[in-house]
């Protein structure tokens, strides 16, 4: 976790996963590096705001891998789930809601399905690709903590790849353009 400016009420804070994706975001707005995965997201995000530090609002800005085949390009999720959790069964144990699907927003837009899960394989893909469009490691994470501390949250992902074989190829070739591109939309939507 590394915080790289001072979180204020008045300005976002960029929530960033890896360095890389952050490459090219200017220093007008703090940005937290996490580091890879939910429980990463998680922690660091909740650190920051249990210092009582809280921001306009919390943007999320990654790479996301393509299930579908055409998903190209810059996108705010409209929905975001967690694949890697067995929310039907749990509830069904326990009686209880854990991990269900979150809606951020009433703009069209993808589903994003996050996961600790790099996914790498045609299988993995395929299986994705009937419940979301695209897939992370961190953006769930990131809307509930954001949710739970009573922040707006946003998700904007980057097509870096198409999800399956070669995707860990296909991410480090990418993830430099990607970056510009994200600090482009940063400096076109955020103020």
Same mark, same amino acid.
């Given at each position: 976790?590394?915080?790289?400016?001072?979180?204020?009420?008045?300005?976002?804070?960029?929530?960033?996963?890896?360095?890389?994706?952050?490459?090219?975001?200017?220093?007008?707005?703090?940005?937290?590096?996490?580091?890879?995965?939910? @429980?990463?997201?998680?922690?660091?995000?909740?650190?920051?705001?249990?210092?009582?530090?809280?921001?306009?609002?919390?943007?999320?800005?990654?790479?996301?891998?393509?299930?579908?085949?055409?998903?190209?390009?810059?996108?705010?999720?409209?929905?975001?789930?967690?694949?890697? @959790?067995?929310?039907?069964?749990?509830?069904?144990?326990?009686?209880?809601?854990?991990?269900?699907?979150?809606?951020?927003?009433?703009?069209?837009?993808?589903?994003?399905?996050?996961?600790?899960?790099?996914?790498?394989?045609?299988?993995?893909?395929?299986?994705?690709?009937?419940?979301?469009?695209?897939?992370?490691?961190?953006?769930?994470?990131?809307?509930?903590?954001?949710?739970?501390?009573?922040?707006?949250?946003?998700?904007?992902?980057?097509?870096?790849?198409?999800?399956?074989?070669?995707?860990?190829?296909?991410?480090?070739?990418?993830?430099?353009?990607?970056?510009?591109?994200?600090?482009?939309?940063?400096?076109?939507?955020?103020?």
């Amino acid at each position: 976790m590394r915080l790289i400016g001072t979180v204020s009420p008045d300005r976002p804070l960029l929530v960033v996963a890896v360095r890389e994706e952050a490459a090219h975001l200017d220093e007008r707005l703090p940005v937290l590096l996490t580091g890879i995965g939910k @429980i990463n997201a998680t922690a660091a995000l909740a650190t920051v705001l249990a210092r009582g530090e809280r921001p306009s609002e919390i943007v999320n800005l990654g790479t996301a891998g393509a299930l579908k085949s055409g998903w190209a390009g810059t996108h705010e999720i409209a929905r975001v789930l967690q694949h890697d @959790i067995d929310t039907p069964a749990l509830e069904a144990l326990t009686g209880r809601s854990y991990g269900a699907p979150l809606t951020l927003g009433s703009a069209p837009g993808p589903v994003l399905a996050t996961g600790d899960l790099f996914v790498s394989d045609e299988e993995a893909r395929a299986r994705l690709a009937r419940s979301a469009d695209l897939v992370d490691m961190e953006g769930y994470a990131v809307a509930v903590v954001a949710r739970r501390a009573e922040l707006p949250v946003r998700l904007v992902k980057h097509v870096s790849d198409e999800a399956g074989e070669g995707a860990g190829n296909s991410w480090r070739d990418a993830v430099d353009g990607c970056a510009k591109i994200l600090a482009e939309w940063v400096a076109e939507h955020l103020h």
